[in-house]
């Protein structure tokens, strides 16, 4: 199993990650905790804890499941900006859906990931292969080294409550969701897993930044359409 590291000791956003072979204590410490109970208390999740019950999904979280949640820390909420963050917040349709776009039907350990992803590249590639098998299109991918572009590095997608699906892939060894990286993998919980990331993961369609991208524009439009205006008259 290619990860070294874990979760780190709850509460504690400091602590050193937690190696492989200890994973009893943190087990033992979450055994009685559903995911929403876990996020509820953990200090480095304050952010997305607030987020959950902004949306209304602490019941879900809480419920049967299992899930696998994929749990921005507060520092990838910070990565967003204050502003963007407190659009997001008044924002409750867009706020569900990205929290959504982080949950996953099912429960996945960072095991899992893996061995899906390496299958997937595998019947890809064996695929891949067959098609082009003998053709003077290898011969030259060979001598260019093409066969080692996607050495390390297998891909593979879930389908998330949000109805999108995510990359999920792992590099040498480290754990990708999109472009955001599992910094603490497999926190067991009474109903599913969690894997914290270190980016804020935005589903297609969602544009977190158009309001102030867009908000200082209005004067400028309204001049335009004032000038419009002035020189419609002029031609009349």
Known sequence: M???VTAAVIGDENATATPMGETEQMDNQTEDMTIAAYIEQDENLTRLAEA?????LYDTLNGEGPYTVFAPS???FDALGNDTVNQLMNETD???MVLEYHVVDGEYTAEN????AGN???EQNQTAGNESEGGVLDIFSGLLGGENETAGENMSTLTTLAGEDLNVSTTDGEVMVENATVTMADINTT??????IDQVLVPPGVNLTAAEETAGEETPT????ENQSGMVGVVQ
Not at 191 to 196: A, S, T
């Open 94 to 96: 867009n706020l569900t």
């Open 74 to 76: 507060n520092e990838a």
């Open 52 to 56: 959950v019950n902004v949306a209304g």
């Open 113 to 116: 990931i893996t061995s899906m």
């Open 2 to 4: 290619p990860f070294a």
């Open 120 to 122: 997937q590249t595998g």
């Open 222 to 225: 309204e001049e335009m359409a």
């Open 191 to 196: 109903n599913g897993v969690i894997h914290i």
